[in-house]
Protein backbone atom coordinates (compact mmCIF):
# COMPACT_ATOMS: atom_id res chain seq x y z
CA UNK A 1 0.00 0.00 0.00
CA UNK A 2 1.34 3.74 -0.80
CA UNK A 3 1.84 5.20 2.37
CA UNK A 4 -0.12 8.00 1.98
CA UNK A 5 -3.05 5.80 1.24
CA UNK A 6 -5.33 5.20 4.74
CA UNK A 7 -5.20 1.73 5.79
CA UNK A 8 -8.95 0.69 6.86
CA UNK A 9 -9.19 -2.27 9.97
CA UNK A 10 -12.89 -2.94 10.07
CA UNK A 11 -13.59 -4.77 14.00
CA UNK A 12 -16.45 -7.11 14.72
CA UNK A 13 -16.09 -7.39 18.29
CA UNK A 14 -18.45 -7.81 20.97
CA UNK A 15 -19.79 -4.67 22.87
CA UNK A 16 -17.38 -5.36 26.38
CA UNK A 17 -14.98 -6.32 24.15
CA UNK A 18 -15.63 -3.12 21.76
CA UNK A 19 -15.62 -0.81 25.16
CA UNK A 20 -12.35 -2.03 26.62
CA UNK A 21 -10.73 -2.71 23.35
CA UNK A 22 -11.24 0.35 20.80
CA UNK A 23 -10.27 3.21 23.34
CA UNK A 24 -9.69 6.76 22.28
CA UNK A 25 -6.33 6.86 23.02
CA UNK A 26 -6.18 3.67 20.31
CA UNK A 27 -8.12 5.08 17.29
CA UNK A 28 -6.62 8.36 18.02
CA UNK A 29 -2.85 6.55 17.60
CA UNK A 30 -4.12 4.82 14.84
CA UNK A 31 -5.32 7.97 13.14
CA UNK A 32 -1.99 9.97 13.15
CA UNK A 33 -0.47 6.66 11.88
CA UNK A 34 -2.99 6.54 8.75
CA UNK A 35 -5.10 3.69 9.65
CA UNK A 36 -8.93 3.94 10.16
CA UNK A 37 -10.38 1.89 12.75
CA UNK A 38 -14.07 1.00 11.25
CA UNK A 39 -16.90 -0.54 13.29
CA UNK A 40 -18.38 -3.51 11.24
CA UNK A 41 -21.84 -3.15 11.58
CA UNK A 42 -23.61 -7.22 12.45
CA UNK A 43 -27.41 -6.20 11.31
CA UNK A 44 -25.72 -5.88 7.99
CA UNK A 45 -23.74 -8.71 6.20
CA UNK A 46 -20.00 -8.21 5.86
CA UNK A 47 -19.90 -8.30 2.21
CA UNK A 48 -22.00 -5.50 1.82
CA UNK A 49 -19.54 -3.30 3.96
CA UNK A 50 -16.00 -2.33 3.49
CA UNK A 51 -13.65 -1.69 1.61
CA UNK A 52 -11.74 -3.10 4.60
CA UNK A 53 -7.82 -4.08 4.34
CA UNK A 54 -8.18 -5.77 7.13
CA UNK A 55 -11.06 -7.59 9.11
CA UNK A 56 -10.48 -7.83 12.91
CA UNK A 57 -12.74 -10.24 14.65
CA UNK A 58 -14.15 -12.14 18.03
CA UNK A 59 -17.12 -13.55 16.67
CA UNK A 60 -18.81 -17.08 16.21
CA UNK A 61 -21.06 -19.43 14.85
CA UNK A 62 -21.55 -20.83 11.29
CA UNK A 63 -22.98 -17.53 10.46
CA UNK A 64 -19.92 -14.96 10.73
CA UNK A 65 -17.70 -18.12 9.64
CA UNK A 66 -20.02 -17.90 6.06
CA UNK A 67 -20.22 -14.13 6.13
CA UNK A 68 -16.24 -14.18 6.39
CA UNK A 69 -15.73 -16.99 4.02
CA UNK A 70 -17.80 -14.85 1.25
CA UNK A 71 -15.77 -11.80 2.25
CA UNK A 72 -12.65 -13.50 1.78
CA UNK A 73 -13.61 -14.53 -1.72
CA UNK A 74 -14.43 -11.23 -2.93
CA UNK A 75 -11.66 -9.60 -1.27
CA UNK A 76 -8.73 -11.58 -1.42
CA UNK A 77 -6.36 -8.88 -0.59
CA UNK A 78 -7.88 -8.42 2.92
CA UNK A 79 -6.82 -10.05 5.65
CA UNK A 80 -8.79 -11.46 8.22
CA UNK A 81 -6.86 -11.17 11.80
CA UNK A 82 -7.31 -14.94 12.40
CA UNK A 83 -8.72 -17.25 10.60
CA UNK A 84 -12.03 -18.97 12.31
CA UNK A 85 -10.45 -22.39 11.88
CA UNK A 86 -7.49 -21.81 13.99
CA UNK A 87 -9.45 -20.21 16.31
CA UNK A 88 -11.81 -23.38 17.05
CA UNK A 89 -8.74 -24.65 18.28
CA UNK A 90 -8.69 -22.58 21.03
CA UNK A 91 -12.32 -23.37 21.86
CA UNK A 92 -11.52 -26.82 23.40
CA UNK A 93 -9.12 -27.59 25.92
CA UNK A 94 -7.51 -30.56 24.73
CA UNK A 95 -7.00 -29.39 20.92
CA UNK A 96 -5.36 -26.16 22.53
CA UNK A 97 -2.99 -27.71 25.05
CA UNK A 98 -1.43 -29.97 21.88
CA UNK A 99 -0.24 -27.40 20.49
CA UNK A 100 2.13 -27.03 22.97
CA UNK A 101 3.45 -30.48 23.00
CA UNK A 102 3.99 -30.33 19.60
CA UNK A 103 6.39 -27.57 19.88
CA UNK A 104 10.04 -28.45 18.97
CA UNK A 105 12.39 -25.72 21.02
CA UNK A 106 15.82 -25.89 22.03
CA UNK A 107 15.60 -24.50 25.63
CA UNK A 108 18.75 -25.04 27.26
CA UNK A 109 18.20 -25.50 31.44
CA UNK A 110 14.66 -24.14 31.19
CA UNK A 111 12.01 -26.85 29.97
CA UNK A 112 8.61 -26.59 29.12
CA UNK A 113 5.30 -28.47 28.73
CA UNK A 114 1.49 -29.22 29.95
CA UNK A 115 0.52 -30.61 33.24
CA UNK A 116 -0.52 -34.07 33.22
CA UNK A 117 -4.98 -34.54 32.13
CA UNK A 118 -7.14 -36.19 30.96
CA UNK A 119 -10.67 -35.82 29.41
CA UNK A 120 -13.45 -37.22 30.90
CA UNK A 121 -16.76 -37.95 28.58
CA UNK A 122 -18.58 -39.86 31.31
CA UNK A 123 -19.61 -40.20 34.63
CA UNK A 124 -18.58 -43.81 34.86
CA UNK A 125 -15.14 -42.55 33.80
CA UNK A 126 -15.56 -40.31 36.15
CA UNK A 127 -15.88 -42.35 39.13
CA UNK A 128 -13.65 -45.08 37.71
CA UNK A 129 -10.66 -44.05 40.05
CA UNK A 130 -8.26 -46.78 37.68
CA UNK A 131 -9.16 -44.49 34.49
CA UNK A 132 -6.96 -41.71 36.48
CA UNK A 133 -4.72 -42.87 38.63
CA UNK A 134 -1.60 -41.32 37.36
CA UNK A 135 -3.34 -37.73 38.31
CA UNK A 136 -3.35 -36.72 42.25
CA UNK A 137 -5.27 -35.29 43.97
CA UNK A 138 -5.52 -32.01 43.99
CA UNK A 139 -6.86 -31.78 40.50
CA UNK A 140 -8.39 -29.34 39.08
CA UNK A 141 -11.79 -29.79 36.27
CA UNK A 142 -11.88 -27.70 33.98
CA UNK A 143 -14.83 -27.26 31.25
CA UNK A 144 -13.96 -29.19 28.32
CA UNK A 145 -15.04 -26.11 25.79
CA UNK A 146 -13.67 -22.30 26.54
CA UNK A 147 -15.71 -20.87 24.52
CA UNK A 148 -15.85 -17.61 26.04
CA UNK A 149 -18.69 -18.11 27.84
CA UNK A 150 -19.34 -17.83 31.59
CA UNK A 151 -19.55 -21.25 32.08
CA UNK A 152 -16.32 -22.11 30.13
CA UNK A 153 -14.51 -20.37 32.90
CA UNK A 154 -16.43 -21.80 35.57
CA UNK A 155 -13.54 -24.74 37.33
CA UNK A 156 -13.26 -26.74 40.41
CA UNK A 157 -10.34 -27.42 42.58
CA UNK A 158 -11.09 -30.94 43.64
CA UNK A 159 -9.56 -32.51 46.45
CA UNK A 160 -10.65 -35.88 47.23
CA UNK A 161 -13.36 -38.26 45.31
CA UNK A 162 -15.97 -36.81 47.13
CA UNK A 163 -15.02 -33.39 45.35
CA UNK A 164 -16.29 -35.46 41.93
CA UNK A 165 -19.90 -35.71 42.70
CA UNK A 166 -20.62 -31.67 40.96
CA UNK A 167 -18.59 -32.32 38.04
CA UNK A 168 -20.55 -32.84 35.17
CA UNK A 169 -18.51 -34.25 31.88
CA UNK A 170 -17.27 -33.50 29.35
CA UNK A 171 -14.80 -31.75 31.34
CA UNK A 172 -10.94 -32.24 31.41
CA UNK A 173 -9.33 -33.20 34.85
CA UNK A 174 -5.60 -32.04 35.35
CA UNK A 175 -2.71 -31.85 37.77
CA UNK A 176 -2.84 -28.97 40.14
CA UNK A 177 0.65 -28.20 40.26
CA UNK A 178 1.92 -25.69 42.95
CA UNK A 179 3.58 -22.57 41.68
CA UNK A 180 3.76 -20.23 43.94
CA UNK A 181 0.36 -18.36 43.20
CA UNK A 182 1.42 -16.27 40.57
CA UNK A 183 1.00 -16.91 36.94
CA UNK A 184 2.56 -15.42 33.93
CA UNK A 185 0.65 -14.24 30.86
CA UNK A 186 1.84 -13.64 27.86
CA UNK A 187 0.54 -11.52 25.60
CA UNK A 188 1.39 -12.13 21.49
CA UNK A 189 0.34 -9.53 19.00
CA UNK A 190 1.81 -10.54 15.75
CA UNK A 191 5.72 -10.78 16.59
CA UNK A 192 5.32 -8.87 19.91
CA UNK A 193 5.78 -10.75 22.89
CA UNK A 194 5.30 -9.81 26.71
CA UNK A 195 5.07 -11.59 29.81
CA UNK A 196 2.79 -10.18 32.60
CA UNK A 197 2.65 -11.35 36.58
CA UNK A 198 -0.72 -12.09 37.80
CA UNK A 199 -2.29 -13.46 41.07
CA UNK A 200 -3.34 -17.12 40.59
CA UNK A 201 -4.73 -19.91 43.15
CA UNK A 202 -2.20 -20.64 46.17
CA UNK A 203 -0.15 -23.18 46.89
CA UNK A 204 -1.45 -26.84 48.53
CA UNK A 205 0.29 -28.43 50.14
CA UNK A 206 0.28 -32.37 50.86
CA UNK A 207 -0.78 -31.78 55.02
CA UNK A 208 -3.37 -28.75 54.14
CA UNK A 209 -5.05 -31.33 51.41
CA UNK A 210 -5.42 -33.86 54.39
CA UNK A 211 -7.73 -31.11 56.20
CA UNK A 212 -9.74 -29.94 53.20
CA UNK A 213 -13.21 -31.07 52.25
CA UNK A 214 -14.57 -32.13 48.56
CA UNK A 215 -14.04 -29.54 46.40
CA UNK A 216 -13.87 -25.56 45.71
CA UNK A 217 -15.34 -23.58 42.64
CA UNK A 218 -13.94 -20.76 41.61
CA UNK A 219 -14.18 -18.66 38.48
CA UNK A 220 -11.46 -16.50 36.42
CA UNK A 221 -9.07 -15.77 39.10
CA UNK A 222 -6.22 -13.75 37.55
CA UNK A 223 -8.90 -11.25 36.92
CA UNK A 224 -9.77 -10.75 41.12
CA UNK A 225 -10.83 -7.09 40.86
CA UNK A 226 -8.45 -4.65 43.17
CA UNK A 227 -10.91 -4.84 46.50
CA UNK A 228 -10.13 -8.82 46.09
CA UNK A 229 -6.95 -8.31 45.27
CA UNK A 230 -5.97 -6.80 48.37
CA UNK A 231 -7.74 -9.29 50.61
CA UNK A 232 -5.06 -10.27 53.17
CA UNK A 233 -5.31 -13.97 52.28
CA UNK A 234 -3.98 -12.75 48.46
CA UNK A 235 -2.05 -10.36 49.56
CA UNK A 236 0.04 -13.43 51.25
CA UNK A 237 1.64 -13.75 48.01
CA UNK A 238 3.94 -11.17 46.91
CA UNK A 239 3.63 -10.51 42.97
CA UNK A 240 6.62 -7.65 42.49
CA UNK A 241 9.25 -10.48 44.48
CA UNK A 242 8.53 -12.95 42.00
CA UNK A 243 10.84 -13.59 38.89
CA UNK A 244 9.52 -13.36 35.48
CA UNK A 245 10.85 -16.20 33.21
CA UNK A 246 13.69 -15.88 30.44
CA UNK A 247 12.04 -13.23 28.33
CA UNK A 248 14.02 -15.67 25.11
CA UNK A 249 12.26 -18.50 26.66
CA UNK A 250 8.93 -16.84 26.89
CA UNK A 251 9.87 -15.34 23.14
CA UNK A 252 10.71 -18.90 21.45
CA UNK A 253 7.41 -20.78 23.25
CA UNK A 254 5.59 -18.13 21.72
CA UNK A 255 7.12 -17.35 18.37
CA UNK A 256 6.41 -21.31 18.24
CA UNK A 257 2.88 -21.31 19.44
CA UNK A 258 2.30 -18.41 16.66
CA UNK A 259 3.55 -20.58 13.71
CA UNK A 260 1.86 -24.02 15.25
CA UNK A 261 -1.79 -22.10 16.21
CA UNK A 262 -1.54 -19.76 12.45
CA UNK A 263 -2.63 -17.28 15.50
CA UNK A 264 -1.32 -13.48 15.22
CA UNK A 265 -3.48 -12.46 18.58
CA UNK A 266 -3.37 -14.37 21.31
CA UNK A 267 -2.13 -14.98 24.90
CA UNK A 268 -1.30 -17.94 27.37
CA UNK A 269 -0.90 -18.53 30.55
CA UNK A 270 2.19 -19.87 32.14
CA UNK A 271 2.92 -21.54 35.52
CA UNK A 272 6.08 -22.45 37.18
CA UNK A 273 6.47 -25.40 38.81
CA UNK A 274 7.43 -25.19 42.60
CA UNK A 275 9.16 -28.70 42.38
CA UNK A 276 11.10 -27.91 39.47
CA UNK A 277 11.96 -24.50 39.43
CA UNK A 278 13.11 -23.87 35.69
CA UNK A 279 10.38 -26.00 34.65
CA UNK A 280 7.04 -23.97 33.01
CA UNK A 281 3.25 -25.05 31.99
CA UNK A 282 1.63 -24.15 30.06
CA UNK A 283 -2.44 -24.16 30.88
CA UNK A 284 -4.27 -22.10 28.94
CA UNK A 285 -4.13 -20.28 25.46
CA UNK A 286 -6.86 -17.64 24.89
CA UNK A 287 -8.03 -15.64 21.35
CA UNK A 288 -7.54 -11.88 21.50
CA UNK A 289 -7.69 -11.34 24.87
CA UNK A 290 -8.05 -8.39 26.93
CA UNK A 291 -5.08 -6.21 25.46
CA UNK A 292 -6.43 -3.03 26.95
CA UNK A 293 -5.01 -4.46 30.39
CA UNK A 294 -1.58 -4.28 28.47
CA UNK A 295 0.69 -1.56 29.13
CA UNK A 296 1.21 0.51 25.91
CA UNK A 297 -1.72 -1.17 24.35
CA UNK A 298 -1.59 0.91 21.81
CA UNK A 299 1.46 1.44 20.41
CA UNK A 300 1.74 -2.50 19.85
CA UNK A 301 -1.40 -2.45 18.27
CA UNK A 302 -1.04 0.26 15.80
CA UNK A 303 2.20 -1.30 14.87
CA UNK A 304 0.40 -4.33 14.12
CA UNK A 305 -1.91 -3.06 12.27
CA UNK A 306 0.61 -1.25 10.53
CA UNK A 307 2.35 -4.20 9.49
CA UNK A 308 -1.22 -6.14 8.19
CA UNK A 309 -1.94 -3.08 5.76
CA UNK A 310 1.50 -2.73 4.49
CA UNK A 311 1.99 0.64 6.04
CA UNK A 312 5.73 1.39 7.71
CA UNK A 313 5.93 1.07 11.43
CA UNK A 314 6.97 3.67 13.62
CA UNK A 315 10.33 2.42 13.73
CA UNK A 316 10.67 1.74 10.32
CA UNK A 317 9.55 5.28 9.52
CA UNK A 318 12.63 6.54 11.86
CA UNK A 319 15.01 4.20 10.03
CA UNK A 320 14.21 4.81 6.90
CA UNK A 321 12.37 1.30 5.56
CA UNK A 322 15.89 0.00 7.04
CA UNK A 323 14.22 -3.16 9.04
CA UNK A 324 12.56 -6.19 7.69
CA UNK A 325 8.19 -6.44 7.41
CA UNK A 326 6.74 -8.73 10.20
CA UNK A 327 4.64 -11.23 8.13
CA UNK A 328 1.38 -11.81 9.04
CA UNK A 329 0.57 -15.73 10.16
CA UNK A 330 -1.30 -17.04 6.83
CA UNK A 331 -4.71 -18.34 7.27
CA UNK A 332 -4.64 -21.85 7.37
CA UNK A 333 -6.76 -25.38 6.85
CA UNK A 334 -6.20 -26.80 10.26
CA UNK A 335 -8.36 -30.28 10.49
CA UNK A 336 -9.60 -30.28 14.31
CA UNK A 337 -9.45 -32.68 16.54
CA UNK A 338 -13.05 -33.63 18.09
CA UNK A 339 -14.56 -30.21 19.43
CA UNK A 340 -17.99 -31.10 21.63
CA UNK A 341 -19.96 -27.90 21.65
CA UNK A 342 -21.82 -28.10 24.94
CA UNK A 343 -20.72 -28.34 28.32
CA UNK A 344 -20.58 -27.69 32.37
CA UNK A 345 -18.30 -27.85 35.09
CA UNK A 346 -18.93 -28.38 38.58
CA UNK A 347 -22.85 -28.26 39.58
CA UNK A 348 -23.55 -25.83 36.65
CA UNK A 349 -25.34 -23.27 38.69
CA UNK A 350 -24.22 -19.81 38.28
CA UNK A 351 -22.00 -18.71 41.49
CA UNK A 352 -19.62 -15.55 41.52
CA UNK A 353 -15.99 -16.20 41.86
CA UNK A 354 -14.95 -16.88 45.19
CA UNK A 355 -12.23 -14.11 46.08
CA UNK A 356 -11.31 -15.48 49.40
CA UNK A 357 -10.12 -19.27 48.86
CA UNK A 358 -9.67 -21.43 51.78
CA UNK A 359 -7.09 -23.40 51.24
O1 LIG B 1 -12.16 -9.23 29.39
P1 LIG B 1 -10.72 -9.32 29.78
O2 LIG B 1 -9.98 -8.09 29.47
O3 LIG B 1 -10.55 -9.79 31.19
O4 LIG B 1 -10.05 -10.45 28.83
C1 LIG B 1 -10.33 -11.82 29.02
C2 LIG B 1 -9.02 -12.60 29.19
O5 LIG B 1 -8.33 -12.11 30.29
P2 LIG B 1 -6.76 -11.83 30.22
O6 LIG B 1 -6.49 -10.80 29.16
O7 LIG B 1 -6.10 -13.12 29.89
O8 LIG B 1 -6.51 -11.33 31.58
C3 LIG B 1 -9.36 -14.06 29.42
O9 LIG B 1 -8.21 -14.82 29.72
P3 LIG B 1 -8.32 -16.04 30.82
O10 LIG B 1 -9.19 -17.08 30.16
O11 LIG B 1 -8.93 -15.44 32.05
O12 LIG B 1 -6.92 -16.55 31.04
C4 LIG B 1 -10.03 -14.60 28.16
O13 LIG B 1 -9.18 -14.42 27.05
C5 LIG B 1 -11.32 -13.82 27.92
O14 LIG B 1 -11.88 -14.24 26.73
P4 LIG B 1 -12.91 -15.44 26.68
O15 LIG B 1 -13.92 -15.17 27.77
O16 LIG B 1 -12.13 -16.68 26.95
O17 LIG B 1 -13.45 -15.34 25.30
C6 LIG B 1 -11.07 -12.33 27.82
O18 LIG B 1 -12.37 -11.72 27.80
P5 LIG B 1 -12.98 -10.86 26.62
O19 LIG B 1 -12.41 -9.48 26.79
O20 LIG B 1 -12.56 -11.45 25.32
O21 LIG B 1 -14.44 -10.93 26.84
N1 LIG C 1 -2.85 -27.10 36.30
C1 LIG C 1 -2.96 -26.04 37.09
N2 LIG C 1 -2.24 -25.97 38.25
C2 LIG C 1 -2.36 -24.89 39.06
N3 LIG C 1 -3.21 -23.87 38.85
C3 LIG C 1 -3.96 -23.89 37.71
C4 LIG C 1 -3.87 -24.98 36.78
N4 LIG C 1 -4.74 -24.74 35.78
C5 LIG C 1 -5.34 -23.58 36.07
N5 LIG C 1 -4.87 -23.05 37.22
C6 LIG C 1 -5.35 -21.80 37.84
O1 LIG C 1 -6.70 -21.62 37.44
C7 LIG C 1 -6.85 -20.42 36.67
C8 LIG C 1 -7.86 -20.64 35.56
O2 LIG C 1 -7.45 -21.70 34.73
P1 LIG C 1 -7.35 -21.51 33.14
O3 LIG C 1 -7.06 -22.84 32.55
O4 LIG C 1 -6.41 -20.41 32.85
O5 LIG C 1 -8.85 -21.12 32.77
P2 LIG C 1 -9.51 -19.81 32.10
O6 LIG C 1 -9.64 -20.15 30.67
O7 LIG C 1 -10.86 -19.65 32.75
O8 LIG C 1 -8.59 -18.67 32.38
C9 LIG C 1 -5.45 -20.11 36.18
O9 LIG C 1 -5.29 -18.74 35.91
C10 LIG C 1 -4.60 -20.56 37.37
O10 LIG C 1 -4.69 -19.60 38.41
MG1 LIG D 1 -6.54 -18.49 31.89
MG1 LIG E 1 -8.84 -19.14 29.07
Same mark, same amino acid.
Given at each position: MADDKRGVVGYALLPKKQQSFIQDSLLSLCKSRGIDLVRI %?? %?????????? %?CVLHKMYGDDWRKQLEEFQIENPNSTIIDSPVSIERLHNRISMLQAVSELKIESGTDTFGIPKQIVIYDKDTLFDRQAWEFLKYPVIAKP???????KSHKMALIF???????LRPPIVLQEFVNHGGVIFKVYVVGEFVKCVKRKSLPDVSEEKLKSLEGSLPFSQVSNLTSDERNDKYYKLMDLEETELPPQSFITDIARGLRRGLKLNLFNFDVIRDARIGNRYLVIDINY????????GYETVLTDFFCDVVGKKSLSEEKEKGGVDKLQVVPNCDVDLTKIVSKTCCSDGEEKEKSPVLQV
Open positions: %DQ %DRRLIDQGPF %DLIADGSANHEGLNKFPGYAKMP
